[in-house]
């Protein structure tokens, strides 16, 4: 009977222990979660909003507590909230202070956008319309300016190029009115060293700061060279667009006292580059039976030179375009050291549609180089859209089907 009586008891005692616990548990709870204060909080740095984790999922929109405060910090210039940072006190907050007036003597903490503005006032609308026609004629015909710097290393007989960056591009996206530009850079008259800039994105303004190490040029012939930078501006879906060019003949500038920062006007592509391209003969046969278009690549002459030798390795791509997109392409084979290439290659093209009005061939005749991105010597189009001869052909191909007619055509800048 002494068993039961004393398990029991201590049953009684281990109940009542536990219940106290946890009512204890409990009270400590609720009263620390009434006195609770954050832990962190998060600072804006740009607006100056103290926000703090328990409030994220309210309604109440950050800033200013009443429609006040809010128009004086819009009244304020934005570079006096980065000189206020730190007036803040310890918890982080900036003390109420009264902003100054744009009519007090402390100019200097005005931002220039004012100063901007009131210039702007004082000049009438009809001086308004010429400036700006001058200006959108001065965008028009500038392209930018290239900086730049020559050096020569004595002792590993290097000649150094270092492409600092380029500023007023031109907006070669009309959507986006910016561009993806890239600088390719090439050593005249041989063309032997062929490089290029990294591609950045989405800027008018890029700083490549990239440098080229050229060895094995002495520095007796540096007179006689001349640096072609082609600027551009890469384009995924076609060929990238040529935004200028800029020549500097190395004759008369002195590298020997070290380091020479130079800039230069960024001007057009020269267009005479597009004579003397050399031809391209090609033979065309449209068969409306099977709907299919035979090309014949026969010849190319008067190519003209691109390699150290003096002669070009040349080969042709072919591209069939329906409606402005590329359906089908071919090459021929690479003819070796040679301006007067003999190909003598067919090829068969299936056309999607009945009638050749929305197709369209394109010929780059290349110069295969190994080291270094395939150069395109040359460009021919055909079809009903083409000028010159061009557009003959393709009429011709279109009246007569089933005969193979053959033309000479000139070549334009690739």
Known sequence: ???????GIFSAFGLVFSVSLFAWICCQRKSS??????????VHVL??????????????????????????????????LHLDLEKRDLNGNFPKTTTKMQGSPDLENSSPKHFAERKKDSVSPDSLKSIASLSSEDKQDKLGTLFFSLEYNFE???????????????????QSMTSDPYIKMTILPEKKHKVKT?????????????????YGIPYSQIQDLTLHFMVLSFDRFSRDDVIGEVLIPLAGIELSEGRLLMDREIIKRNVRKSSGRGELLVSLCYQSTTNTLTVVVLKARHLPKSDVSGLSDPYVKVNLYHAKKRISKKKTHVKKCTPNAVFNELFVFDIPCEGLDDISIEFLVLDSDRGSRNEVIGRLTLGSSAEG???????????YPRRQIAKWHMLCDG
């Open 198 to 214: 990294r591609v950045l994105r989405k800027t008018l303004d890029p700083a490549f700061d990239e440098t080229f190490t050229f």
């Open 1 to 7: 009977d002494e068993i039961p009586t004393v398990v």
């Open 47 to 80: 607006k100056g909003v103290d926000i703090y984790p328990e409030n994220l999922n309210s309604k109440k929109k950050f800033g200013a507590d009443d429609k006040g405060e809010a128009k004086n910090k819009s009244e304020m210039p934005k570079n006096s």
């Open 33 to 42: 979660k009434s006195n609770k204060t954050p832990p962190y909080k998060f």
């Open 156 to 174: 590993k007989k290097a000649f150094v190029v270092n492409i600092k960056e380029a500023r007023g591009l031109p907006a070669m996206d009309e």
């Open 389 to 399: 001869t061009g557009g003959e052909h393709w009429k011709e191909i279109c009246e």
